[in-house]
């Protein structure tokens, strides 16, 4: 269905949900902020343009969006591709690159591609992240440093080879002020996480630069002053050769920008237990890579974190998203000007966090203990991306992806369960949908939609540590998975390992009979424990509330066991 969500959402739209939405889009919007400036930096352009984009992009995606509350922006998945179409082509060739690749995601959009982007194995999606984070991380070393090198070169082994030789050239304030900002960024979530570590770090750093007057390079010492005003459209000449000489880096751009929007919709899902439009999410993305760089922008993408704390802040519909728009144009117009006090090195420290934060160290772990098809993608699209070009990846990755989806295709014999994933999602009343069940305050509920959805699991997780403690109980909803294979167990596993070093109680609810064997063959139908499992998530509620001492709400008198799945 190719009709934005926020129609669909304002139909019967509250004060009460208006208040939560606004109340999300400014916490997000002052999350964004950091990150904006530094992908822009990072991505070989100057800061502002990294804002432009979280203004319009953001504002684009969220108003024609597939997602409720899918938040769009420039994220660290562009910055390598970014960078090298900068020194090669320059903005301008940046420009006309990613117009094409919103063109190709519109397309994309049309012709119905969006439920089959999701069925790209995960381990692919983390050979191509672990790389890309591996790669900022490498970026950022000058900088943390301040080591007195000119030029760091393009490739990855000589960056690092130079990187040793110039070592001895650090700067004593750049790396007490990047040791900083790292360490506010660290403990900081212990305090709150209403307020990200980021910008705390940002404005403690930039006032003990400024009052003790620190020797360290700041964004004006590097790119002079910063407009604090939208610029006027720039419309640039698209013709044949152009064409030829960027299809490769706008392709990249389109299949990275669908990959991580589609993925961050499904996590987005799985939270509020919703159902996103994938293609109707795509041509958003392409409307929005077509229109930001219009304007001085760069390609953006729906952010995975960012999306979880509107999420976890009351955002329900795309209205949170334009909020959050609002809220970054505002500090744009009324207190842009400040930005170039920032120091340099305490955006190194920023992205060396969401280095670390993409790199999925702990996926990339597990993963090497999948099957040996799984291993030989997952490291062979992390070498290409880190080694060689991450145009090279994303193309060998693409046939590495088709290969391995056959072999999965060929271990599900269920035809049904495929043809069902390959439909675009509609909205269909759901009786038991999870904002429709009362979830306790310390209960956390995770559903997991389709047989191949364990990376978004991982994505989840992983978003979740970062913006939040850990519950005490979590949920994994399993009533949309028929067919597990040996990731989705060892995810599974890995959950349980995880949440018992955190305190947090797991449950798993609506689980089939295919997955239930398997897990019972592998073991984890044990780790759980039998009172940990359950057919259907009211079932799972009351364990919740019973794991947390609270009474059962029961069942209704004239309560029939069924054993249709959309009961579960």
Request: proline letters at 5%.
């Amino acid at each position: 269905m190719l009709k934005p969500k926020l129609f669909t959402t304002l139909r019967n739209y509250s004060k009460q949900q208006f208040i939560s939405d606004a109340t999300a889009g400014v916490i997000v919007g002052i999350v964004a902020l950091p990150l904006a400036i530094a992908f822009g930096i990072a991505s070989g352009v100057t800061p502002e343009k990294g804002i432009i984009t979280a203004i319009i992009a953001g504002f684009v995606i969220s108003f024609f969006g597939g997602s409720r509350v899918q938040i769009g922006g420039p994220t660290g998945a562009f910055i390598i591709v970014v960078y090298g179409i900068v020194q090669q082509y320059g903005t301008t060739g940046l420009a006309i690159a990613t117009i094409m690749a919103g063109i190709i995601l519109v397309i994309m959009g049309l012709v119905k591609f969006g439920s089959l982007i999701k069925f790209i194995p995960y381990p692919v999606v983390v050979g191509f992240t672990s790389g890309i984070a591996l790669l900022i991380f490498s970026t950022q070393i000058k900088d943390f440093f301040g080591l007195q090198l000119k030029d760091v070169p393009a490739e990855f082994h000589e960056k690092w080879l130079a990187y040793f030789q110039y070592f001895s050239t650090f700067n004593y304030n750049v790396v007490i002020i990047a040791l900083l900002a790292l360490l506010i960024m660290i403990l900081w979530p212990r305090i709150t996480h209403k307020i990200p570590g980021s910008l705390i770090a940002i404005i403690a750093t930039t006032v003990i630069v400024i009052v003790f007057e620190l020797p360290v390079d700041t964004i004006g010492s590097r790119f002079g002053e910063i407009s604090s005003n939208l610029p006027s459209p720039n419309f640039y000449k698209i013709d044949l050769g152009v064409i030829r000489n960027l299809i490769g880096p706008a392709t990249v751009i389109a299949i990275l920008a669908a990959i991580e929007s589609l993925l961050s919709a499904v996590v987005a899902d799985g939270m509020i237990g919703g159902k996103h439009r994938s293609n109707m999410e795509l041509v958003a993305q392409g409307l929005a890579n077509i229109i930001t760089p219009v304007f001085g922008g760069i390609p953006a993408t729906g952010a995975i974190a960012r999306t979880a704390t509107n999420i976890k802040n009351g955002g329900r519909t795309p209205v949170a998203g334009i909020f959050h728009s609002i809220t970054l144009l505002l500090i744009m117009l009324f207190f842009g000007s400040y930005a170039k006090l920032i120091p340099m090195a305490t955006l190194a420290a920023i992205l060396v966090v969401v280095a670390y934060n993409m790199s999925e160290w702990r996926a990339f772990k597990s993963l090497l203990k999948s099957p040996k098809s799984d291993v030989v993608v997952l490291v062979t699209t992390f070498l290409l991306t880190v080694i060689f070009d991450l145009t090279i990846a994303i193309e060998i990755g693409m046939v590495l992806s088709v290969l391995l989806f056959m072999k999965r295709m060929s271990e599900v014999s269920n035809v049904s369960v495929i043809t069902r994933e390959l439909e675009d999602e509609e909205d269909k009343p759901d009786p038991n949908a999870t904002d429709k069940k009362k979830i306790p305050e310390e209960v956390e509920v995770f559903e997991i939609n389709g047989p191949l959805f364990f990376g978004a699991a991982k994505k989840f997780k992983d978003a979740m540590s970062i913006i939040e403690k850990p519950p005490k109980v979590r949920i994994i909803r399993m009533r949309n998975v028929p067919a597990i294979d040996a990731t989705g167990l060892q995810t599974l596993k890995d959950f349980y390992n995880d949440s018992k070093k955190h305190k947090t109680h797991m449950i798993l609810s609506g689980v089939h009979t295919q997955p239930l064997y398997a897990m019972t063959q592998a073991g984890i139908f044990d780790l759980y424990g039998e009172e940990n499992i359950h057919g259907n998530i009211d079932d799972a509620l009351d364990r919740a509330r019973e794991i947390l001492g609270l009474p059962k709400l029961g069942r209704p008198k004239d309560f029939i066991p069924t054993v249709k799945r959309d009961k579960n």
